[in-house]
């Protein structure tokens, strides 16, 4: 967990710097992280609502080494 509270403040720019990175002990690149929100007040989905935000260095695999 990165993050938690009654505020979502991140850009788009700060979700894709956070998607960065590797997995821990390796030289792989993350694909990515998700976002969750929990809201009582969003009848669909039952109060929740997710995506994922896409590593780019993950999406472009070995090609940039």
Request: proline share 2%; aromatic share 14%; with cysteine.
């Amino acid at each position: 967990k990165v993050a938690e509270g009654e505020n979502f403040c991140y850009n788009v720019e700060e979700l894709l710097e956070m998607a960065r990175g590797f997995y821990d002990g390796t030289k792989n690149h993350r694909e990515g992280i998700v976002v969750e929100m929990v809201d009582p007040y969003i009848k669909s989905y039952g109060g929740r609502f997710s995506f994922k935000v896409i590593n780019n260095d993950f999406l472009l695999g070995d090609s940039d080494k």
